[in-house]
């Protein structure tokens, strides 16, 4: 059974005819409304039968590797009552005070404790938490080079890169496609920094998920029958700061968060 992980990729099999007849204003409401498990995506009237049986009837609501994230998460959590926090805060970019290691996250400040408890102003989910922790316990502390390399270039972004950019890259691709004007709104609102427009982007934002681990999204409209492209790209240290697995986490936990964003208020 093919599996549909995200709202846009259920878009993609619908006509955008915005009919109404499902009950949506919009196929995109729709489509955000079957992603949910509201709706059953054989409630589009115009939807091809070949496709629903081919669907089997509805997306996955729990990927497999969700519940790896969550298991992943209670054996490191465990791990947090031998850390030795003022060292970590050193090592990590962090700082320590009152018994909690704080670290910037996209802007936002985001805790922990000796007990496994987080704090932040931002929404708390295991594609976040699991990265942090990977970083505390085995990121190096080496500083920024400032050299941008696309993930596949990493020492072991070969074997990851074209999963990453089926998970991450083309779905970023598509929200920035659709949400065009809000896109680099979105980023800001993450504390989104504008740098030297790399390879004549039209949109070349940084984003910090963590304080050595800088992201950069390169977007390039599309113009006179070029169709629009989007890049990630990654400091050159990035995989002496975090695992392979938490920086291909952290970018397709990022494209979820966008693609929610967009689905809400774009």
Same mark, same amino acid.
């Given at each position: 059974?093919? %599996? /549909?992980?995200? @709202?846009?990729?259920? /878009?993609k /099999? *619908?006509? &955008?005819?915005?009919?109404? %007849?499902c +009950?949506?204003?919009?196929?995109?409401?729709?489509?955000?409304?079957?992603f949910?498990? !509201?709706?059953?995506?054989?409630?589009?009237?115009?939807?091809? %039968? =070949?496709?629903?049986?081919?669907?089997?009837?509805? @997306? &996955?609501?729990?990927? =497999?590797?969700?519940?790896?994230f969550?298991?992943?998460? =209670?054996?490191?959590?465990?791990?947090?009552s031998?850390?030795?926090?003022?060292?970590?805060? !050193?090592?990590?970019?962090?700082?320590?005070?009152?018994g909690?290691?704080?670290?910037?996250?996209?802007?936002?400040?985001?805790?922990?404790?000796?007990?496994?408890?987080?704090?932040?102003? #931002?929404?708390?989910?295991?594609?976040?938490?699991?990265?942090?922790?990977?970083? #505390?316990?085995?990121?190096? +502390?080496?500083?920024?080079?400032?050299?941008?390399? @696309?993930?596949r270039? *990493?020492?072991?972004? +070969?074997?990851?890169? @074209?999963?990453?950019?089926q998970?991450?890259?083309?779905?970023?691709?598509?929200?920035? $496609?659709?949400?065009?004007?809000?896109?680099?709104?979105?980023?800001?609102?993450?504390?989104?920094? !504008?740098?030297?427009?790399?390879?004549?982007?039209?949109?070349?934002?940084?984003l910090?998920?963590?304080?050595?681990?800088?992201?950069? #999204?390169c977007?390039?409209?599309? $113009?006179?029958?070029?169709e629009?492209? /989007?890049?990630?790209?990654?400091d050159?240290?990035?995989?002496?700061?975090?695992?392979?697995?938490?920086?291909?986490?952290?970018?397709?936990?990022?494209?979820?968060?966008?693609?929610k964003? +967009?689905?809400?208020?774009?």
């Amino acid at each position: 059974m093919v %599996q /549909l992980n995200t @709202p846009m990729e259920i /878009l993609k /099999l *619908l006509e &955008k005819s915005n009919c109404r %007849q499902c +009950g949506e204003l919009t196929c995109l409401a729709f489509a955000a409304a079957v992603f949910k498990g !509201q709706k059953r995506l054989d409630g589009c009237p115009r939807l091809d %039968q =070949e496709v629903l049986e081919r669907l089997a009837g509805k @997306p &996955k609501k729990e990927e =497999e590797s969700d519940r790896e994230f969550r298991e992943g998460f =209670e054996r490191l959590r465990k791990r947090l009552s031998n850390l030795d926090f003022p060292a970590a805060a !050193q090592r990590t970019g962090g700082r320590y005070a009152n018994g909690k290691l704080t670290l910037k996250i996209l802007g936002k400040d985001f805790s922990v404790d000796t007990q496994g408890n987080f704090f932040s102003d #931002i929404h708390i989910h295991h594609w976040i938490t699991i990265p942090v922790l990977n970083y #505390i316990f085995d990121g190096a +502390g080496i500083p920024v080079s400032g050299k941008w390399v @696309p993930f596949r270039e *990493l020492k072991n972004g +070969g074997t990851w890169g @074209p999963l990453f950019n089926q998970r991450c890259e083309k779905p970023l691709k598509r929200v920035a $496609d659709i949400y065009t004007d809000f896109f680099e709104d979105m980023i800001r609102i993450f504390n989104g920094r !504008q740098v030297e427009n790399h390879y004549a982007s039209d949109i070349s934002l940084v984003l910090h998920p963590l304080p050595k681990v800088p992201m950069l #999204i390169c977007y390039w409209k599309p $113009d006179e029958g070029l169709e629009s492209s /989007l890049n990630l790209f990654f400091d050159s240290t990035a995989e002496d700061n975090l695992p392979i697995e938490s920086l291909f986490a952290l970018g397709t936990g990022l494209t979820r968060m966008f693609e929610k964003i +967009g689905l809400t208020h774009g």
